[in-house]
């Protein structure tokens, strides 16, 4: 970026030059980020929340499969998802401290601690404010990387490096200030890393002013692997903390049935 810029302004006098640069360095990261919460409802609209629960449609396998998931998320820090599919549902919850799992997809019938990998996405997940809201409290160092054209569109690209050390990219529009797409990386089970692009679209202006994108395509190395469609949000409903705590293991009832 900085060379293009040079290249150009040996091509033009002094002063128009000046005034390129004076046009650059105007975008600075806390003046992008204003502009990103402005452009989704402004952070008073997003602080007022206290919860929030969404009706969304997972497409996978090409869109041959379809399953209705519900994400709760509720201040401080808690959230919670279900999706039933083929008589079979799968839980996700964390307390703000502690995370688990049922899976029985994959023959996970009782609740199972999340890893330290998990529990930091979990973490990220249900913090309703985002990586832009409060961000040098929360801890992360947010650097700008200069714009990207992404299929026709100019976009900023920001790195994100959270608290933990993890890095992502975000790629947020030159004109609109709303993120378009994500890049992630996640650690394997053979200690490598798994780099996925996310792509957000369809954003909708919802009743309290929040703009929230319904759309989320997740691609690796180019192929779209999952697709998020959001149906319905509702807010502000109280949930039990209950909800977002380990259920009892449903062996560990069995016997205690058994002994009575």
């Excluded at 629960?53 to 509720?74: D, L, T």
């Excluded at 180019?222 to 039990?240: E, L, R």
Aim: proline residues 4%; hydrophobic residues 35%.
């Amino acid at each position: 970026m900085m060379f293009s810029t040079l290249k150009r302004a040996a091509l033009v006098s002094v002063s128009a030059f000046a005034l390129a640069t004076t046009s650059l360095s105007a975008q600075t990261v806390d003046e992008i980020i204003t502009k990103i919460n402005d452009a989704s409802g402004g952070e008073k609209a997003q602080r007022a929340v206290k919860s929030q629960e969404m009706q969304i449609e997972m497409i996978v396998n090409g869109g041959a499969v379809k399953i209705p998931v519900r994400v709760i998320q509720q201040r401080p820090a808690f959230v919670y998802s279900e999706g039933t599919f083929q008589g079979m549902t799968f839980k996700d919850g964390y307390d703000g401290k502690s995370g688990w799992r049922i899976n029985p997809f994959g023959g996970q019938m009782d609740p199972a601690p999340k890893n330290e990998e998990e529990l930091k996405e979990a973490e990220e997940q249900a913090d309703m404010d985002g990586p832009f809201i409060d961000s040098k409290a929360k801890g992360y160092k947010i650097e700008l990387m200069g714009k990207e054209d992404l299929d026709g569109e100019q976009a900023f690209k920001l790195k994100v490096t959270n608290k933990h050390g993890d890095i992502k990219y975000y790629l947020v529009g030159a004109d609109n200030y709303l993120p378009i797409k994500f890049i992630s990386k996640t650690k394997n089970k053979e200690g490598g890393e798994t780099e996925a692009e996310t792509y957000l679209s369809d954003y909708k202006k919802l009743p309290n002013g929040l703009v929230v994108a319904h759309t989320l395509e997740t691609k690796i190395k180019g192929q779209t692997i999952q697709t998020m469609v959001t149906k319905s949000v509702a807010f502000d409903k109280t949930f039990d903390a209950g909800i977002f705590a380990a259920p009892p293991a449903k062996k560990a009832d069995a016997k205690a049935e058994t002994k009575k």
